[in-house]
């Protein structure tokens, strides 16, 4: 607390430092997000939009990745990264190719059914995937980026006009009816194989993108108690000394609310608890940090600026005793610490702390700064932070495992977040989506913006 008589130089020197600092941290971020941006950009398939799950590795297309890319090209062009007609472009080829899209029930051949898309495309036809399910929350993650652009393109020219229409075609097909087996849950996928999955979403996670998109569909809207259901199924419960609703990986708190703005807006369920739900992500992200630095697994470099645990790539599924412990390690996996599940080997994603920057820019910059200035070039390259790190792994220099390839799912967050966190543009977009206000106001949110009074 500076005091009233303190001197006026005094106060000069600690406005010039604040200032540096800020200043240091937006180069940083803004060369974050161009590289970041750069992925989406420079890796999707020019001839049908389609964005791969990872690079340089190739493997198949994501449509997860494909509705980040479909966010990341208007970021791009408020940047000034690219021309708005270079992503008018983009998005009408994107479009387009889901649109035309063979669907169908059979097991080859077709890239969806009842508008909901399998999670996993060939990169080049865009058909199925090996058996991949058809996929609720990817397809919705999908229509999050289609819907962004529907609201961002929105000139009264033949292209953007062309994209509007297409985008409100592809959501008013999404058959929910389909995905609801156990009324009023929606299911998690189905397979022409086996039919639905086994599960339901249920839980805090990535699902609340679900359950909000299937409120506000004009064609096929499940009952507003779908959401009371779910928001049943909530583990509240403290953790590191901050109570909030318990989810391990960052992911389930973060990508949702990449699109929505839940600042000062609740439902119900937040209403009891005197919260919403960017501050139960705030809190979530603190406690992993507090976890770390209690290390209770006794990792190699834990500490208050190496941290983040999410869904990510890791070392590889091996058992290795390392100085007279035996350590189990994995290839890609959901990673994450919080109440009620533990799932760390020491893999650290720089996601986990990219894409909850504006929750906690505080430690989430910090974090991230460090992780580039003591592992350099093993982490950080062409399109930003490859997707994961685990120094606890053996290797021949000592210093551990580095991921070489970088993760559309991951790098998404990372880019929509910081673009949030600094200008709030991907939020004050999609406040104006009618369909998103339908289902958040069907959800039983209120308050802050959706009542016109939130900046």
Not at 65 to 80: H, N, Q
Request: proline content about 5%.
């Amino acid at each position: 607390m500076i005091k009233k008589n303190t001197p006026l130089l005094f106060l000069i020197l600690v406005s010039v430092i604040s200032t540096y600092a800020q200043d240091k941290d937006d180069q940083f971020l803004e060369e974050l997000e161009h590289r970041t941006f750069n992925f989406f950009w420079q890796t999707t398939d020019t001839s049908n939009g389609l964005t791969p799950d990872r690079y340089p590795t190739k493997t198949f297309s994501s449509i997860a990745s494909v509705g980040f890319a479909l966010t990341a090209y208007p970021i791009g062009v408020e940047r000034g990264y690219i021309t708005r007609r270079q992503a008018v472009e983009r998005v009408l080829k994107t479009l387009k190719f889901f649109w035309n899209a063979k669907m169908g029930p059979d097991r080859s051949n077709v890239t969806g059914y009842k508008g909901f898309y399998y999670h996993f495309l060939d990169f080049k036809n865009g058909r199925r995937f090996d058996s991949v399910e058809l996929s609720s929350v990817d397809s919705a993650i999908l229509m999050y980026g289609i819907l962004f652009c529907q609201t961002y393109f929105d000139r009264d020219d033949p292209p953007e006009k062309e994209i509007r229409a297409l985008a409100d075609s592809l959501y008013r097909r999404m058959d929910w009816y389909f995905m609801q087996r156990d009324k009023p849950l929606i299911n998690m996928g189905w397979t022409p194989e086996e039919g639905y999955a086994p599960l339901d979403w249920q839980g805090l996670n990535e699902g609340a993108l679900v359950y909000i998109l299937a409120l506000g569909s004009p064609t096929f809207p499940i009952d507003s108690t779908a959401w009371e259901a779910w928001t049943k199924t909530y583990v509240w419960a403290k953790y590191f000394g901050k109570e909030f609703i318990s989810f391990g990986p960052l992911f389930g708190h973060q990508y949702s609310q990449c699109w929505i703005d839940f600042r000062g807006i609740r439902d119900a369920y937040m209403s009891r608890k005197g919260i919403d739900y960017f501050e139960n992500s705030r809190r979530a992200t603190l406690s992993q940090r507090d976890y770390a630095i209690d290390n209770p697994f006794h990792y190699k470099d834990y500490s208050d600026s190496i941290w983040g645990f999410t869904a990510s790539d890791g070392p590889g599924d091996t058992t290795i005793v390392i100085n007279g412990v035996k350590r189990s390690f994995h290839g890609y996996t959901a990673h994450g610490v919080s109440f009620d599940w533990i799932n760390d080997d020491g893999t650290v994603t720089p996601a986990a702390a990219g894409g909850s920057i504006p929750f906690a820019p505080e430690v989430c910059i910090p974090t991230l700064k460090a992780m580039k200035r003591k592992y350099g070039s093993k982490v950080w390259g062409e399109y930003g932070f490859v997707d994961a790190f685990n120094p606890t792994y053996p290797s021949k220099d000592g210093e551990g495992w580095f991921d070489r390839d970088y993760l559309g799912i991951d790098q998404g967050p990372i880019l929509i977040m910081v673009e949030n966190y600094r200008s709030g543009f991907v939020w004050k977009v999609m406040r104006k989506n009618k369909y998103i206000v339908k289902g958040l106001k069907a959800a039983g949110f209120s308050g802050g913006w959706l009542l016109g009074d939130y900046k």
